[in-house]
């Protein structure tokens, strides 16, 4: 599966920002999908996942309650809707996919992944 993440930008503290990831099959149910985030000098860190039917979401700790993750299978897109953005914030998010189980998601192990987009947050 081919997958490709947009909807970076460029936005001041307390702004939001929606990335979408669209996906090139329409059997994109059969994954779970993952945000993940690098900043310049930093690794790569998890940021949020949700399960095969939507019904299941895992955010870390840093983002949780600012930033909620939605998939639409019909679509085969996954969104990460980010708000209350902070400039710590800033990083190239990438969308990711996987057969894996469930229990794995905040794990970096996936196999596909797309590439980055870029979310400047200025204060």
């Known amino acids: 599966v081919q997958l490709q993440a947009s909807g970076g930008g460029s936005v001041r503290a307390g702004g939001s920002l929606r990335l979408s990831c669209a996906a090139s099959e329409g059997s994109i149910s059969d994954y779970i999908v993952g945000w993940f985030r690098q900043a310049p000098g930093k690794e790569r860190e998890f940021v949020a996942a949700i399960n095969r039917n939507g019904g299941g979401k895992s955010y870390s700790d840093s983002v949780k309650g600012r930033f909620s993750i939605s998939r639409s299978n019909l679509k085969a897109m996954t969104y990460l809707q980010m708000n209350s953005l902070k400039p710590e914030d800033t990083a190239s998010y990438y969308c990711?996919?996987?057969?894996?189980?469930?229990?794995?998601?905040?794990?970096?192990?996936?196999?596909?992944w797309g590439p980055g987009t870029l979310v400047t947050v200025s204060s």
């Open positions: 990711a996919a996987d057969r894996k189980v469930w229990g794995m998601a905040r794990d970096p192990s996936y196999n596909y």
